[in-house]
């Protein structure tokens, strides 16, 4: 049992939580993600890590809650257990298995968008603890649905932070403060960008109009984080890949985003799964149990 030590609203039905489970700890790295059930009959949640502490072994997760499973999950309290908790899952984020030396000339754009920042919290703390600085671009649709804004101001070198209807810090989507930042005369090598899928899209043709190489992270569309139930099934470069094993992270300017989108769509109700199987023939994973 991974026993829930600290849980906390950070804002409307978002949540971060702190669990024991130091094996994980011990091996995770940033950009991996864990599977959680609440007891043996529950769902499979994929969460991606957004903390983890190796000498008290400790992962900080957090979650928002979009349907009954993370519905219940909210419900838990600082004491309460998961029967399982499983990673570290998926493959580490790019940047940790770069040379640090040449890593430190590099000039790195992180853009978080919504829960997106807490998987993007953990690379860029990696990249301060090891003496690379990045500029990071924070969004949200309004002030109240900020999270994390001390805890990434802390390890970022430069921290933007931008809401849609103007709440709270620059006014506008986080391509425009991409935009204004190139415009200031701001170069960057690469850029990895996490957030709603539609945000991710966005981003993506906007870096691929200033040739910023750019880094995402699938993480939004994965369900049972095996490759067995074929949610996160992708075009990346005209190649079919699952983003929870042979991601979460592709390169953007390769990811088929529209037809992503349209599978996340399909794939919610009953029909549209039959659809998807009768369309991707041999090539569609049917291993959720919902599709023959």
């Known amino acids: 049992m991974y026993k829930i030590l600290k849980k906390q609203e950070l804002t409307t039905n978002i949540f971060l939580m702190d669990v024991e489970a130091p094996r994980v700890a011990q091996r995770c790295l940033p950009g991996q ?3 959680v059930r609440m007891d043996k009959d529950a769902e499979r949640i994929p969460l991606t890590i957004c903390d983890y502490d190796r000498e008290t072994g400790v ?3 957090v979650f928002q809650i979009v349907g009954a499973g993370t519905k219940m999950m909210s419900e838990l309290s600082e004491g309460d257990s998961f029967h399982d908790f499983v990673g570290p899952l998926g493959c580490p984020s790019e940047l940790v298995k770069e040379d640090l030396a040449s890593l430190k000339q590099k000039k790195i754009l992180f853009v978080a968008g919504g829960v ?3 998987p993007v919290y953990p690379q860029v703390k990696w990249l301060h603890e090891n003496g690379v600085a990045a500029d990071v671009i ?4 309004t002030k109240d649905l900020l999270i994390l804004e001390k805890e990434m101001e802390a390890v970022a070198g430069n921290l933007y932070v931008t809401t849609d209807d103007g709440s709270y810090g620059r006014s506008g989507m986080v391509t425009q403060v991409i935009k204004d930042l190139v415009a200031e005369g701001k ?3 690469v850029c990895i960008a996490i957030g709603p899928m539609i945000m991710m899209k966005f981003v993506c043709l906007l870096t691929k109009e200033l040739e910023i190489p750019t880094i995402v992270s699938l993480n939004p569309i994965m369900v049972d984080g095996t490759g067995m139930c074929g949610a996160c099934r992708v075009t990346v470069g005209g190649k079919v890949k699952f983003a929870c094993v042979d991601g979460p992270e592709f390169d953007g300017h390769q990811v088929n985003f529209d037809e992503a989108m349209r ?3 399909l ?3 009953e029909e549209g799964r039959a659809m998807l199987a009768l369309q991707e023939g041999d090539t569609h994973h049917g291993g959720c149990g919902n599709c023959n």
Not at 138 to 141: A, F
Request: hydrophobic share 30%.
């Open 33 to 35: 993600f864990v599977i």
């Open 59 to 61: 992962i900080t997760i």
């Open 116 to 118: 997106g920042t807490a």
């Open 138 to 141: 924070v969004g949200s649709k």
């Open 187 to 189: 170069k960057y090598d």
């Open 263 to 265: 599978r996340q769509t």
């Open 267 to 269: 794939y919610r109700t």
